[in-house]
């Protein structure tokens, strides 16, 4: 009869465990506690008073009958219904082998093999059929610890997507605030660069139109003097037409027509400075022109040494020429090249102007007095077209030469230059397919070099 209780007492154990993560744990507890003390305590009784051995078994049966009980009608149990496939063979063959003990011993005695071999049997099925729950119930155990891990990490994984989404969205809003600021400082640097370009524009402007009136006033001269010549001329020609005089009228009438050739030549003269301003002055068309490269040359020349003439009375240099003849007319915007060759040739003056009020009255080293020179030149060299212009300044140091071309980038005194002239200029022919070359060395002078295609 041991082997009822220990059974009773396997799974009186079993529930325990069932319930080992439950809140229905303390409910039950007393109950298994109590069960083990009884089966304990009628295994003891069984071995030492012999009157309570026809009890003990209905006691061991009425503890396995209850556990049945239990596991099939409380749903908290329900985990243990697989081993009652395992034991319940061998609980109703042991009990009806006890029944039919109890109720005709003689007719037990006559089926005691049956009985035995049936709960031999019920015993073996439930060896093997724990064994196989038991793999069964471990192999369920790690299938729901895996997905219990599984679950785990795509909670964890749901919470690290939570936080990067929350970060993705932040570092967005970032990157978008950044974005609109950087946007903002975009249209600011646009706007003031703008206006920069605007300055150098009215500051060039400016150097042409106080040359404009020097420029002007010599035509004007000659338009007026000629004309005050003429109104001479007729008062002698009426006079002597009055006296019959034909041929001293021919003389006249002659004298008259050479004059008014030359009022219409300078009167030309000042059309074209003031048409020449007013290029410079407006903004480009974007339609390339025919023009005559070495008279746009000589004009701009012309109007940056009395532009500097014109702002200080004190400002000398000797202005020389070379242009070459066989160029002709080529397809340019004169406003944008003319504003190219008028920096070229401010900064040529600027640098000699330097180098004279440095130098002073002292010497060169071979002897000479220093006179500030600038040429122009103009050739046509394979299908292209140089304006070269050149200086005999101080030079441009080694050290700031690959600078010399960036915006904003000036070798001049604070509020003497923008730093935008030779930045302009070389966007300028960089637009029209040319090069802007740079030739200078320390001491002795810079020659910048335009070179634009002819076709």
Known sequence: MAGEFLLAFFMFRYLRRSLKDSDLLPRWDKIFLGGMVASIALLIAESTMRELRPFTPWA??????????????????????SYLIAIFPFIAASLLSRIVETISFDFYRRLDTYFEVAIGFSFIWMIVMLIITNKQKKALAKE???????????KIMATLKAELEVQVAERTAEITLQKEELQHALEDLKSTQSQLIHAEKMASLGELTAGIAHEIQNPLNFVNNFSEVNTELIAELKDEIEKGNIEEVKAIANDIAANEEKINHHGKRADAIVKGMLQHSRTSSGVKESTDINELTDEYLRLAYHGLRAKDKSFNATMKTDFDGSIGSIDILPQDIGRAILNLITNAFYAVTERKSQLGEARLPDGQGYEPTVSVS????????????KDNGNGIPQKVLDKIFQPFFTTKPTGQGTGLGLSLSYDIIKAHGGELKVDT???????????????
């Open 378 to 389: 103009t050739k046509k060299v394979r299908g292209k077209v140089e304006i070269k212009v």
């Open 60 to 81: 061991a049966y009425s503890f396995l009958l209850f556990i049945v009980y239990l596991i099939y009608r409380r749903e908290e149990f329900k985990q243990g219904r």
């Open 441 to 455: 060395k320390e001491g002795e002078g810079t020659s910048f070099s335009i070179v634009l295609p002819i076709t």
């Open 144 to 154: 729901r610890e895996k997905t219990l891990e599984e679950e785990r990490q795509n």
